[in-house]
DNA sequence: ATGGCTAATTGGATTAGA
């Protein structure tokens, strides 16, 4: 089963970019974020014409998630995070695929740090830590995939001197992130590929993407359950060169199962 | 440190992203 995870930046934007990206790697399922997008402008009937099924999570303006499935029945178990019912930004959405739990988050971006918008990451990432540690428990099968807006360490960043003082590399987002896998969650690509520069995400500005001035951000975490089944990581960074892109890139597990 | 680029909104600029 291949799993990917794409931070979209407007469903309805990138349309044609995700229709082509859908076609020439046929993943399983799709972990897609920043749809940009009310309930009910998402394209399900595009989605479904290029064989996938879908549940989502939509918001006027931003944030915004949803999971495909090609050719599998979701079952949705969940449509927010849990443990705040005044949070109304739309960052989580969750299914079952084929036995494995799919978590699909948009943690918060943060900026500025500090400052409001950082104590709100802050505590979104304390209850996802929370809930995390009660998937853990219930020892399913659960894979964790989205844009974490976490730089984990110096080798996700291009120069990480630049990013000291951001939200996205700060010492409590940094902390955060490790205490996810401290509890036992694995960090897929680092499992694989522990030394390698691999990033998922090239900002617009000052031709970032040919420079190759990346971040990586997008990630997916394994339970403990699927320590074993773990066979190939991946970026599809070329997706990022086409016409009318996200700034970030879709980021891919394969599993034996 | 700044500015640069992109998307959404009922707009004619502003906000947010990272």
């Known amino acids: 089963m291949k799993i990917a995870t794409y931070n979209v930046n407007g ?15 046929t993943p399983d399922v799709v972990c897609l974020q920043e749809l940009k997008a009310p309930q009910d402008k998402f394209p ?17 303006s931003w944030n915004g998630v949803a999971i495909l499935g090609r050719g599998i029945e979701l079952q ?14 739309s960052r989580y959405i969750e299914a079952t695929a084929n036995g494995v739990l799919i978590g699909c988050l948009y943690l ?31 020892n399913t ?36 992130f490790g205490q996810l896998l401290t509890m036992g969650w694995q960090d897929a690509a680092r499992k694989l590929h522990p030394a390698d520069r691999i990033y998922t ?26 320590a074993n089944d773990l066979v190939e990581t991946g970026v599809d960074r070329a997706v990022r060169g086409w016409e009318k892109t996200s700034d970030h890139a879709p980021t891919w597990i394969k599993l034996s199962r």
């Open 201 to 226: 995400y090239w900002d617009y500005f000052r031709n970032a993407y040919s420079r190759n001035a990346g971040l990586r951000i997008d990630h997916l975490l394994l339970s403990p359950e699927l």
């Open 76 to 89: 949705a178990t969940r449509d927010a995070l849990p443990g705040d019912d005044q949070d109304d930004q």
């Open 44 to 60: 399900l009937q595009a989605i479904s014409d290029a064989g996938y099924s879908a549940v989502w999570k939509g918001q006027k």
């Open 141 to 176: 099968p659960t894979v964790l995939a989205g844009d974490f807006n976490v730089i984990p360490t110096n080798l996700d960043a291009y120069n990480p001197d630049r990013w000291l003082e951001d939200a996205l590399f700060r010492p409590e987002s940094r902390a955060a």
């Open 108 to 138: 918060p971006n943060g900026n500025p740090a500090p400052g409001p918008k950082f104590d709100y990451k802050l505590r979104w990432f304390d209850r996802f830590i929370g809930y995390a540690a009660s998937l853990l428990a219930s």
């Open 11 to 25: 469903i309805n934007a990138r349309l044609p970019v995700l229709l082509q990206w859908l076609a020439e790697t």
